[in-house]
């Protein structure tokens, strides 16, 4: 008769493993900064056509037919500075409010619009004066968040 021993364990051999790399730190991206909406680059359309307003009222109020390019010289200076606080969405907007004002009360006088050389001309004008208040407003940024002082270390 044979006799039946229990099995034998199966024993592996110990492998030694070899130490845990551990990874070095991971390094976070750049914070980026959030962007503040502020009361003026939301408003800044709607105040800036009523600023339009009232500056084609005030020529028109001094008598007779406005000089177009002084007209033309304000606009493009508020068209500047309402796009400079605008958000850059809205900076075509705003030189197109500048324009529709322009061209309707300065040129035409009795609220046409058209689409001739002066009127082609003015609108050019007015979108490059957007385009000029829209890249000052990202220098500045540009130069507040790079001037930022870093953050404390956490």
């Given at each position: 008769m044979?006799?039946?021993?229990?099995p034998?364990?199966?024993?592996?051999?110990?492998?030694?493993?070899?130490?845990?790399?551990?990874?070095?730190?991971?390094?976070?991206?750049?914070?980026?900064?959030?962007?503040?909406?502020?009361?003026?680059?939301?408003?800044?359309?709607?105040?800036?056509?009523?600023?339009?307003?009232?500056?084609?009222?005030?020529?028109?109020?001094?008598?007779?037919?406005?000089?177009?390019?002084?007209?033309?010289?304000?606009?493009?200076?508020?068209?500047?500075?309402?796009?400079a606080?605008?958000?850059?969405?809205?900076v075509?907007?705003?030189a197109?409010?500048?324009?529709?004002?322009?061209?309707?009360?300065?040129?035409?006088?009795?609220?046409?619009?058209?689409?001739?050389?002066?009127?082609?001309?003015?609108?050019?004008?007015?979108?490059?004066?957007?385009?000029?208040?829209?890249?000052?407003?990202?220098?500045?940024?540009?130069?507040?968040?790079?001037?930022?002082?870093?953050?404390?270390?956490?």
């Open positions: 044979a006799t039946l021993h229990p034998t364990p199966f024993h592996r051999p110990r492998v030694p493993r070899a130490p845990r790399v551990v990874a070095p730190p991971r390094l976070r991206p750049a914070r980026r900064v959030p962007r503040r909406r502020t009361l003026a680059g939301e408003l800044a359309l709607p105040l800036g056509a009523v600023a339009a307003a009232l500056v084609v009222t005030a020529l028109l109020l001094t008598g007779g037919r406005p000089h177009t390019a002084v007209a033309l010289g304000v606009l493009t200076l508020l068209t500047v500075l309402v796009a606080l605008a958000r850059p969405l809205l075509p907007a705003v197109l409010v500048s324009w529709l004002f322009y061209d309707g009360f300065v040129l035409n006088q009795r609220s046409d619009l058209a689409f001739r050389q002066p009127d082609r001309t003015g609108l050019l004008v007015l979108l490059l004066a957007g385009l000029v208040g829209a890249g000052c407003a990202a220098a500045l940024r540009a130069v507040r968040r790079h001037s930022a002082p870093p953050d404390p270390p956490r």
